[in-house]
């Protein structure tokens, strides 16, 4: 069961396990989960036990790091929702043999836009490319598929152009985006439309107030409604002029993949025709897609959004009204660095509110590790990763169980453990113990370095071994009392089998605890 072990060791109060963030290490292993995604290293570590005033370089440190790449592409899936399990487009389309796995095929589709906004983010570019690039990312996979320069004989993810006139308008001109977000012949891409004003300006029509008294013909002709009626243009005044601009990517036939990958510059002028409005960005006429673009980078509420967006990110909450001054000491700070990235996370990174210096009412102290975090912190010590024939588990079959977002049935991560995520977790935490052990006992650069098969309670290297777990994979100081928990456990597993069995049972009890999947 999930906190079976050691829960005792954490200060709850009413249920909630709070952590004092003052303490270095607490601080140093939620800087590396949050931009890294995983934990940090025993080097870094008793680097910040000997002298903590290193802390704050160790930041621009990690901000550096190649890893938050890798992680900003989970953290922004969690808003943009495009690693999708599913497109209406399927890899048997293509004849291609390695597109056997639909893991891969999805991943790679879904992977794109938010790979060219993570590149913009960690390469600290402005934030406007992200509406501007002429360019975006792809693998072999997408290349094989997409009408790109993709470089010959490279392989992974390198920076590509479109070959099929697309327009200069980043994410907006990428194929992963919109095979996501479809649309057809009756929403005429206003769907995409509200996509891009939740996305790219934090206006959500869902949250609107709705009038159900529309006119008494809107069913018999509901363009004129849409173009005349109040309760309607509500909505529509700015949803249409937006929507009219998208015919580009408007496709004939939904899944033909003929249709799916290239843009269709014949089709720009369709949006006038099809929904009787000519393109604009709210109330201001644009004669292109790339027009478009250049709107939306130089609107006020596109710099608010975009700080909004990571403020929810890193702060693992829904922003309200309430934090509109605290939002726009952060805009300041984005404006200040000239729209990048880096200078925003790092200001929401070493905020009061994060490091738990002002506690805010309703909001969670600790979060919990997401299913990438989990994965990624102990890859370095497990050569196994745990899957079946459809892909990783915790990134696909298991990936909402385990509080993940999918993008179709789950659009927020979780942010209370539950049964099932207990159950999830504890099945891995056994798996992920097994396989530690099994690749061996005293390895130079394994997580088990200290000790062997026949190490003994009384040896000092077993207690360096529990010192060096618990700092380790839960960032705390090591007490006595702790020690002897875990020693004892450690001695109840080994009576009934090898040495081996009990330092199984010492990994996966401590995956599971509350101190090594929150933080």
């Known amino acids: 069961m999930m906190w079976l072990f050691f829960a005792c060791s954490s200060n709850q109060e009413g249920g909630e396990v709070t952590n004092d963030y003052s303490d270095p290490l607490r601080l140093l292993r939620r800087w590396s989960l949050d931009i890294r995604g995983t934990l940090p290293s025993m080097e870094e570590i008793e680097s910040i036990r000997t002298e903590p005033a290193r802390l704050d370089a160790m930041l621009d440190t990690m901000l550096d790091d190649p890893l938050w790449e890798e992680s900003l592409v989970h953290s922004l899936n969690e808003q943009w929702h495009t690693r999708v399990n599913l497109f209406s487009v399927v ?9 056997g796995s639909w893991y891969d095929f999805n991943r790679s589709v879904g992977d794109e836009p938010l790979r060219l906004m993570a590149h913009i983010a960690t390469n600290d570019l402005a934030w406007s490319e992200v509406v501007l690039a002429d360019y975006s990312f792809a693998n072999e996979r997408l290349a094989s598929m997409y009408p790109t320069d993709y470089p010959e004989g490279e392989s992974g993810w390198q920076k590509i152009h479109y070959l099929d006139g697309r327009p200069p308008v980043g994410v907006l001109a990428t194929n992963g985006l919109w095979w996501r977000y479809i649309t057809d012949s009756l929403n005429m891409n206003r769907m995409r439309a509200a996509t891009m004003m939740r996305l790219l300006l934090c206006d959500d029509l869902l949250a609107r107030p709705i009038s159900f008294e529309a006119s008494s013909h809107a069913l018999e002709d509901p363009t004129s409604a849409l173009q005349q009626d109040l309760a309607c243009l509500n909505c529509h005044a700015s949803l249409d002029p937006l929507a009219s601009a998208l015919f580009g990517f408007y496709w004939l036939e939904e899944g033909n993949p003929l249709e799916a990958v290239a843009y269709h510059p014949e089709r720009e002028l369709l ?210 009392e702790w020690r002897s928990d875990i020693t004892d456990l450690w001695t109840t597993c080994t009576d009934t089998d090898s040495s081996k069995l009990g330092w199984t049972c010492v990994l996966s009890a401590m995956i599971q605890d509350i101190d090594f999947v929150s933080y």
Not at 287 to 305: N, Y
Request: charged share 20%; glycine share 8%; hydrophobic share 35%.
């Open 91 to 99: 890899p048997d389309e293509f004849y291609t043999g390695d597109y």
């Open 271 to 480: 949006g006038e025709q099809y929904i009787g409005v000519s393109p604009g960005w709210y109330g201001t006429p644009v004669h292109s897609l790339a027009e478009l673009g250049l709107a939306i980078s130089q609107d006020p509420r596109f710099h608010q959004c975009t700080t909004q967006n990571f403020a929810e990110i890193y702060l693992r909450r829904k922003m309200s009204t309430l934090d509109h001054g605290m939002l726009q000491e952060h805009v300041a700070a984005f404006l200040d660095g000239e729209q990048r990235i880096k200078a925003l996370v790092r200001n929401i990174l070493t905020s009061d509110e994060y490091t738990n210096r002002i506690l805010i009412e309703g909001a969670r102290t600790l979060r919990m590790m997401t299913p990438h975090q989990l994965e990624v912190s102990l890859q370095t010590w497990n050569s196994h990763q745990w899957k079946n024939t459809h892909g990783p588990l915790l990134d696909n079959d298991y990936r909402s169980m385990v509080g993940g977002v999918d993008g179709l049935s789950t659009y927020a991560p979780q942010l209370y453990p539950s049964t099932t995520t207990a159950l999830t977790i504890m099945r891995y935490a056994q798996f992920t113990g097994m396989m530690i052990v099994e690749d061996g006992l005293h390895l130079e650069t394994g997580m088990l370095r200290h000790v062997d098969e026949s190490t003994t309670p009384s040896e000092a290297s077993f207690v360096a071994q529990l010192n060096h777990l618990r700092l380790q994979l839960h960032g705390i100081e090591p007490t006595e």
